[in-house]
């Protein structure tokens, strides 16, 4: 794999500059699309609760989860063999379509619709999430990546804050009813026209996104066109990388425990507890406040910083589900009160575990093959995801919500105690990463491929 990358003639500073307004315009469409994201499947999922309909919250997550799981093969490969700004572009289209298909679903509950457009925006973020990804340490240093990573998150974050938070005020809103048929109440129309008019802000963005004049594009990358089968084939070459395969084992882990824990905490508030629909959405809002929070000084470290951090971090986020699960032991007065407090602790303590596992799952794959990790990463966690949505169900049929928090809580403290069992032995084995390269963060990048490692040669040697 040969690649010539484009120099520039442009001076360090005005480089600088450029470089700073493409990580700008890439984590604006991105943040816009993580807002329609939340904003939409909390509105979906409010009123689907509030109409009885349980199972919709774990249908909707198993949707949009699919595309990754069937595509993220494919999208890796778009990544790695395509112009990532042009990728984005298609993508934020894509995302106007599914929005389109969203407000008419909203407006008249078709939950078919709504369901087609969860669909459609999981795959936009399928296609989406390589490119933006990839670029990062395209565009800046491998010692910068976790603190562009921690600053993406706290946009992201504020963004998907808004969106939790909005979907409930947004629904409560009348005062446009007057202008409306009584049967189609103002608050649906409301997030509709909200959710398709940001969409058109962040394909607005992305035209003006310029290509990186360090992009590494692999000209003569495979076609995976077994799509999920050829994911599942690099799945099984990650134990040729421990400390690569652990950490997407990790984050897809707290991809399936972080999305069952918003379907219970809806649960909760709304159905249990007996919050409004604002009162509720306040509830996800402080889980992201505080991963928002705990994403800053996880920004401080290095690409390697995830050893230290991973089991401490992951019990952090045990323990504060499972308190949270005693919420209805209190009296109604300090029940919200409980809950917010929980939630900003288990927040903090997912911030500082997934910041570290993001950026050494950007920086560690060879330079050809940084899509192709990436797309892994999205199958890996979109599958934590789906195997989430049909745990909610099952906890939904047969038990109450806080039981499910209790019992979420009580396997991630397992969990934690598991990785920090496989960190330990890796930094034991011969396989571990010299932390002295803690000074020199680039040098975690491999030089060569753990899909397509060389051959031997005939006397039996590398």
């Known amino acids: 794999m040969k690649s010539t990358p484009v120099q520039s003639a442009a001076t360090p500073l005005n480089q600088k500059a450029g470089q700073g307004r493409r990580l700008f315009l890439m984590g604006s469409t991105y943040a816009l699309g993580t807002f329609n994201d939340n904003f939409f499947k909390q509105a979906a999922g409010l009123l689907a609760l509030s109409f009885g309909f349980k199972e919709i919250q774990g249908e909707a997550g198993m949707v949009f989860a699919m595309p990754f799981v069937l595509f993220s093969a494919w999208a890796g490969w778009l990544a790695d063999r395509l112009p990532k700004s042009s990728i984005v572009v298609w993508a934020k289209a894509l995302e106007v379509l599914a929005m389109c298909f969203g407000a008419y679903g909203l407006i008249t509950l078709n939950w078919q619709f709504i369901l087609a457009m969860v669909g459609t925006m999981g795959l936009q973020s399928t296609i989406f999430s390589p490119a933006l990804n990839g670029s990062i340490p395209e565009t800046v240093s491998s010692a910068a990546v976790p603190k562009v990573n921690a600053a993406l998150k706290l ?29 189609i109440p103002f608050g649906r129309v409301f997030v509709a026209g909200i959710a398709l008019l940001v969409a058109l802000l962040g394909l607005a963005a992305a035209l003006f996104i310029s290509p990186s004049p ?13 799509g999920p089968l050829d994911s599942l084939r690099d799945c099984a070459r990650l134990p040729q990388d421990p400390s690569l395969g652990l950490t997407l084992l990790a ?83 300090v029940r919200l009160y409980w809950l917010v407090a929980v939630y900003l602790f288990t927040g ?20 050809f093959e940084k899509g192709r990790v990436l797309g892994l990463s999205g199958f890996m966690s979109f599958t934590g995801i789906i195997i989430s949505g049909s745990l909610y169900n099952l906890i939904a049929e047969h038990a109450l919500a806080s039981t499910g928090l209790i019992l979420a809580g009580t396997a991630s403290l397992g969990f934690a105690l598991l990785l920090g069992l496989c960190v330990s032995r890796i930094q034991k084995s011969r396989l571990r990463i010299d932390p002295s390269l803690k000074s020199n963060p680039a040098a975690v990048t491999l030089s060569t491929s753990i899909f397509n490692p060389p051959k031997p040669d005939h006397k039996g040697s590398l």
């Open 251 to 333: 984050e897809a882990y707290f991809y399936l425990i972080s999305s069952l824990a918003v379907f219970l905490i809806n649960d909760l508030g709304k159905t249990e507890l007996h919050f409004s629909f604002t009162q509720t959405s306040l509830l996800p809002l402080a889980l992201m406040l505080g991963l928002c929070a705990g994403s800053m000084p996880a920004g401080r470290g290095s690409p390697l910083s995830w050893h230290k951090l991973l089991m401490p971090a992951g019990m952090g986020m045990g323990v504060g589900l499972l308190l949270s699960g005693l919420a209805p032991w209190f009296s109604p007065a």
């Open 348 to 367: 903090f303590a997912g911030g500082l575990y997934l910041i570290p596992l993001t950026s050494f799952i950007q920086v560690r794959p060879c330079r």
């Open 214 to 226: 360090m992009a590494d594009v692999s000209r003569h990358a495979k076609f995976p066109w077994a």
């Open 155 to 183: 946009a992201t974050t504020l963004t998907i804050l808004a969106g939790i938070a909005l979907a409930g005020v947004g629904l409560d809103q009348v005062w446009g009813q007057p202008l409306l048929p009584e049967s």
